[in-house]
């Protein structure tokens, strides 16, 4: 089944304590990219990857990084996480820069506390 | 900046009507236009993808039309069903890196 695996889907963490959110997809696409839901403002993209090796920021990238180093996984990393950082998360991937549509992943809910 | 607006932002019906969401975007140069259904606290189901060339998109009871000239999109939904209860969120695929710019959705509730 085509699809976009998000794990783990609920996070509780501490203030400052590293982690990682992993992200994969099955489908051979060129395109993924991050982003977070918060109630009142929506879906904003944080990172994006064009393709390997390329990432750029998207509109809220400060206290994230990403990283692509294979096609098919696109993970996102907190250094030091902040309550502000808690969200609602979203990868998704397309063939190339939204070519036949997005798919998106289930989510990860994210607390930090 | 891209912007997208989406009314109305809850809708209640009886089951059975048929019903519009309608979506309206600032930016011309649009990509391509993806309605997306969200059930409460889980991820995004694609419903229909209208790409910038085309008028509108059909699957099953929905349709959605994209009007690039007057900026908007509508999702028309038949014989509506409290399954179809959720939120619509639309979204604009923009030149701009492929992007999408998400409206702030639909929340509809269908009652029996």
């Known amino acids: 089944e085509a699809q976009v695996t998000q794990n783990p889907r609920y996070l509780i963490t501490v203030t400052g304590k590293k982690l990682t959110v992993t992200c994969s997809q099955n489908?051979?696409?060129?395109?993924m990219s991050w982003y977070r839901q918060d109630p009142g403002l929506g879906l904003r993209q944080i990172y994006y990857s064009m393709n390997v090796e390329v990432t750029d920021k998207g509109d809220v990238p400060e206290g994230y990084k990403v990283s692509r180093k294979e096609k098919r996984n696109f993970p996102l990393i907190l250094e030091s996480p902040s309550p502000n950082q808690t969200s609602l998360y979203f990868c998704?991937?397309?063939?190339?820069?939204?070519?036949?549509?997005?798919?998106f992943g289930s989510g990860t809910r994210l607390t930090v506390v | 900046k891209q912007e997208v607006t989406q009314i109305p932002a809850a809708l209640s019906v009886p089951e059975g009507e048929n019903l519009v969401l309608n979506c309206s975007f600032t930016?011309?140069?649009?990509?391509?236009l993806q309605w997306f259904r969200q059930d409460p606290g889980k991820g995004l189901t694609s419903l229909l993808l209208i790409q910038s060339s085309q008028r509108e998109q059909t699957s099953g009871r929905l349709n959605a039309s994209l009007d690039k000239s007057s900026g908007r999109s509508t999702l028309y939904i038949a014989a509506s069903q409290p399954g179809d209860s959720a939120t619509y969120l639309c979204?604009?695929?923009?030149?701009?890196?492929?992007?999408?710019?998400f409206g702030q959705g639909t929340i509809l509730t269908v009652h029996p």
């Open positions: 998704a991937s397309s063939y190339s820069t939204g070519v036949g549509g997005y798919t």
């Open positions: 930016d011309s140069a649009i990509y391509n």
């Open positions: 979204a604009m695929g923009g030149t701009s890196y492929g992007k999408l710019t």
């Open positions: 489908m051979n696409h060129e395109y």
